[in-house]
C-alpha cells in the first residue's frame, strides 16, 4: 500500500454539507482513531475513505454490520470472500460448506469467542456477537487497509481488546471510529478528532491524553 490521501474532501445530505472540505494523507502502517461526538462527521469520513479506496483495498466494517440474519455465522464470515470464488463454489458452499473453509473460518471464530455458534442463523445473536461475526467476515475478507465504524462499541472489557487485537493483527493500516477514547488511545497510533465535519486535532496518540481530547465532546 501506497500513501493514500484525500484532497479537499466534501460531503453533502441534499444541500447541506457535513463534512470538509478536508484534506488528510495516511501512510502504510498507521492506526488512526477517528473520535468526536456523535453527528461530528465520522460515519461520513468513513464512507468517503471508502469511496476512494476500495479499489485500493481497503476493506469495511459498517456501523450496522451488514450481516444476512438468516444465514449462519459460518456463512457470513464466509461473505467476506465470496468475490474471490467462482459463484458455483459459492451456491455449493450454501449447502455444503468444504472442510477447509470450515476449519479456516473456525479458528477465527475460536479467537473471537464464537467457537459453538458456527451453524448459529446470525439473527438468533446478541449484539455483541453479531458485532463480532461482522469483524470475523471483515478479516477474512482481508485487503490492504481496514475502515471500521465503532467496530466494538457493543463490547465489553476482554472482549472489546480481543476483537480489537484480532482487527488491527489483520490489519496493520486502519481507521477506526472509537466512542471509547482510552481504547482509541491505546490501539492507535494517530488520532483524529472531527468537530462539525472538520479535523480539530490530528496527533500521534503518545502526544494526546484523554483529558486533551475533551474539548471535542
Ligand atoms: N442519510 C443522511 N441524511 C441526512 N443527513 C445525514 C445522513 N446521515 C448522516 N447525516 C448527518 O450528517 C452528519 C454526520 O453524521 P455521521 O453519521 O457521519 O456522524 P458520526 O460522527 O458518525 O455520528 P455517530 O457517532 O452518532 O455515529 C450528522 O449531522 C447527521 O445528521
Not at 483495498?57 to 464470515?77: C, E, I, K, R
Not at 467476506?80 to 458452499?93: A, I, K, Q, S, V
Request: charged share 20%; net charge neutral.
Amino acid at each position: 500500500m501506497t500513501v493514500l490521501a484525500l484532497r479537499d474532501a466534501v460531503a453533502t445530505y441534499g444541500e447541506v454539507r457535513v463534512l470538509g472540505p478536508l484534506s488528510l494523507t495516511l501512510a502504510p502502517g498507521e492506526r488512526v482513531a477517528l473520535v468526536g461526538r456523535s453527528g461530528a462527521g465520522k460515519s461520513t469520513l468513513l464512507s468517503v475513505m471508502y469511496d476512494r479506496w476500495r479499489d485500493q483495498g481497503a476493506a469495511l466494517m459498517p456501523q450496522d454490520l451488514g450481516l444476512v440474519t438468516t444465514l449462519s455465522v459460518f456463512h457470513n464470515v464466509y461473505m467476506g470472500r465470496l468475490d474471490r470464488h467462482p459463484w458455483w463454489r459459492n451456491l455449493l458452499t450454501l449447502v455444503r460448506p468444504r472442510p477447509a473453509d470450515v476449519a479456516e473460518i473456525d479458528t477465527l471464530l475460536g479467537r473471537l469467542g464464537l467457537a459453538d455458534k458456527r451453524w448459529t442463523p446470525c439473527g438468533e445473536l446478541s449484539g455483541g456477537q453479531r458485532q463480532r461475526v461482522a469483524a470475523a467476515r471483515v478479516i477474512h475478507q482481508g485487503g490492504g487497509m481496514l475502515l471500521a465504524d465503532e467496530p466494538v462499541s457493543a463490547l465489553d472489557g476482554p472482549l472489546s481488546e480481543v476483537t480489537l487485537t484480532a482487527l488491527t493483527d489483520a490489519y496493520p493500516t486502519a481507521v477506526l471510529a472509537m466512542h471509547d477514547v482510552d481504547l482509541a488511545l491505546r490501539y492507535c497510533t494517530r488520532v483524529i478528532g472531527i468537530q462539525d465535519g472538520a479535523i480539530a486535532i490530528d496527533q500521534p496518540s503518545q502526544r494526546l491524553s484523554a483529558t486533551d481530547l475533551l474539548p471535542l465532546y
